[in-house]
């Protein structure tokens, strides 16, 4: 197992309601990134936070935010949700300027109904 | 823009005999590449990766893979599977080039190893 946990393991949610997922980094990595992956797909980029910074978002809408704290644990929030945000969400923590590969959390599984 | 093709949806193998499970990119500077392994409602296990050097690169739980420049595949291969192999398998790529640490993943290839 990784050092990267992740919280809630589970959530169902209403559609219109705003979620919060939360993500600890493996000691020693500055950088976190979180994926979603709909189901029988793989893992899609949303954007990547260092040194509390978005430096990197792949194409989701601007309702998907998030906050990256001094201790480089992280939050996703994504607001009026849809039914399609329906996923199992992934958070991974790298270590920036180096070639070492991320390590994902075990996910947050966000069911919209 | 980067991208991955893992050509087959599934891969059936009996135990015992060797696996392959193929990968295909497509990046505009020096790629990096990786697997992944996901057991079910599981995140992401890393299993290895090519940065440089040797195109043949062992990594976790006897899984190799090679690269190859000229096909830009980096195809994934045990000499001897296990049940326990059986699993879902990604194929991602980084852009050397990119200002971010972003993962671009195939879509997966399910793995069944038959006793």
């Known amino acids: 197992e990784t050092g990267v946990t992740q919280s809630p393991t589970h959530l169902i949610k209403t559609r219109g309601q705003q979620v919060t997922l939360r993500c600890s980094s493996q000691?020693?990595?500055?950088?976190v990134s979180w994926y979603q992956q709909a189901l029988g797909q793989g893992p899609q980029f949303i954007f990547q936070?260092?040194?509390?910074?978005?430096?990197g978002r792949g194409n989701f809408p601007p309702r998907f935010s998030g906050l990256q704290f001094p201790n480089y644990s992280s939050e996703l929030n994504v607001n009026a949700l849809e039914l399609d945000d329906s996923a199992l969400y992934l958070c991974a923590s790298s270590l920036e300027g180096t070639n070492t590969e991320a390590f994902f959390g075990q996910g947050t599984r966000l069911t919209v109904v | 823009a980067q991208s991955v093709a893992q050509p087959e949806d599934q891969v059936n193998v009996a135990e015992g005999n060797p696996l392959t499970v193929k990968c295909t990119y497509s990046v505009s500077g020096n790629p990096y590449l990786f697997w992944y392994v996901q057991y079910p409602n599981r995140g992401l296990q890393f299993l290895l990766k090519?940065?440089?050097?040797?195109?043949l690169v062992k990594g976790s739980y006897g899984f190799e893979a090679e690269f190859n420049k000229s096909q830009t595949s980096f195809h994934l291969k045990k000499p001897s599977a296990l049940v326990s192999d059986s699993a879902l398998y990604f194929c991602?790529?980084?852009?050397f080039g990119a200002g971010s640490y972003q993962l671009t993943f195939g879509k997966g290839t399910k793995l069944s190893v038959i006793p």
């Open positions: 090519y940065i440089t050097g040797d195109n």
């Open positions: 991602a790529v980084r852009d």
């Open positions: 936070y260092y040194r509390e910074e978005e430096n």
């Open positions: 000691s020693g990595h500055n950088t």
